[in-house]
């Protein structure tokens, strides 16, 4: 399916020097930041307190954020379960346990519902007795219940940073074997490049702005691995395809022809997939916020790795047509008989 159909191929490959020392330049940019500023982590990899609260009436997630704010905690709030639930979690405080921390942040919550913080002894689904805290109403209904407190220690966000790296390591070396199969290996050290650009721009900008970077950041990353190789995948097979049929062409050309023959291709595939990432990041609340910025970070430079950097590190590793296509060997004329 084509929107349009550019007649004349873009000379994209005769300009590549001087889009890949912007790239290069906004990489080199990309590692100061992470170096200088580093990644402002969330409390999945630092260590913090997981609080369960339950309302009596769908959970105003805003106000709950608010509140926490205003108490000067940077809180991560998200519904779970029902609209009733909320999951808060904040970063570890200096001198400070989870249990004061916890009960510090319900008050303030149960003060926000105007009303008051009680002792409330409720039977388990075990049968069992437990004291749990409830906030009261001057007309004794509950507001709003403290369901569980739990400290995330520093140990097990080390090893979500590390289970985190290797599933990026395995993901670049999958990447790289599954296109030295399909293609040569010059195109998969050429879509590795590309990929790992875009990975350490995102992470840059994520260092330089000093966004919050959680595990559903580190699935976006993730994702857009799998989605920029996806845009290398098809430049790279009309690459294949077009030098088995215009033997006449040299590899600008066939590399040119290529890019500009699946612009409009591009165009759907990236424009639908923008729009859905548009709406997470306007509607999907802040619980997607960051996610959705990553997404789109991903996207835009992913469309321009594929075709400035992929692309023209394919040419500068010197590939050719007979890194596609096997020669056809001339026929013998004695067709093996020995005089």
């Known amino acids: 399916m084509e929107f349009f159909r550019i007649r004349k191929d873009i000379p994209f490959m005769r300009h590549a020097l001087i889009f890949n020392i912007v790239s290069m330049l906004t990489f080199v940019a990309a590692v100061y930041f992470l170096v200088t500023k580093q990644l402002h982590f969330s409390v999945e990899f630092t260590g913090g307190t997981v609080m369960e609260v339950k309302y009596a009436q769908a959970a105003n997630l805003e106000k709950v954020r608010a509140t926490l704010t205003g108490l ?6 998200s519904a779970i379960d029902t609209a009733r639930d909320a999951m808060i979690r904040l970063p570890n405080a200096a001198g400070t346990s989870a249990a004061d921390t916890a009960a510090r942040v319900f008050g303030e919550l149960c003060k926000a519902e105007q009303g008051t913080v ?12 437990e004291m749990k805290s409830a906030c009261i109403h001057a007309d004794g209904s509950e ?4 369901q569980k407190v739990e400290f995330v220690g520093p140990q097990v966000g080390e090893e979500l940073a590390q289970n985190g790296l290797n599933a990026l390591i395995m993901v670049v070396v999958g990447v790289m074997i599954y296109l030295a ?13 590309a ?18 970077f959680s595990l559903t950041v580190l699935a976006a990353v993730l994702a857009v691995l799998g989605y920029s190789v996806n845009e290398s995948v098809v430049i790279f097979d009309r690459i294949r395809e077009n030098f088995r049929k215009q033997r006449k062409m040299t590899v600008h050309e066939v590399i040119d022809n290529a890019i500009t023959s699946t612009i409009s291709r591009t165009i759907i595939t990236h424009g639908c997939t923008q729009l859905m990432v548009l709406s997470m990041l306007f509607l999907g609340g802040p619980t997607l916020h960051y996610f959705a ?3 789109t970070i991903g996207i835009c430079f992913g469309i321009y790795s ?4 992929a692309a023209a590190v394919a040419m500068w590793l010197g590939v050719k047509r007979e890194d596609l296509i096997k020669p056809i ?3 013998d004329e004695t067709d093996g008989a020995v005089v």
């Not at 507001?143 to 403290?146: D, I, R, S, T």
């Not at 594929?306 to 950097?309: E, G, I, L, M, P």
């Open 329 to 331: 060997k001339e026929k």
């Open 72 to 77: 000067g905690y940077h809180p991560e709030v």
């Open 143 to 146: 507001g709003v219940a403290l």
């Open 118 to 129: 009680k002792q409330i002894d409720k039977v388990t689904d075990k049968g069992a007795h």
């Open 306 to 309: 594929s075709v400035f950097v």
């Open 195 to 212: 990929n790992l650009h875009d990975v350490v721009i995102i992470l840059g900008f994520f260092a330089f702005f000093e966004w919050e």
């Open 181 to 193: 199969i399909r293609f040569e290996w010059k195109f998969a050290v050429a879509a590795i490049v």
């Open 293 to 295: 910025i990553a997404l």
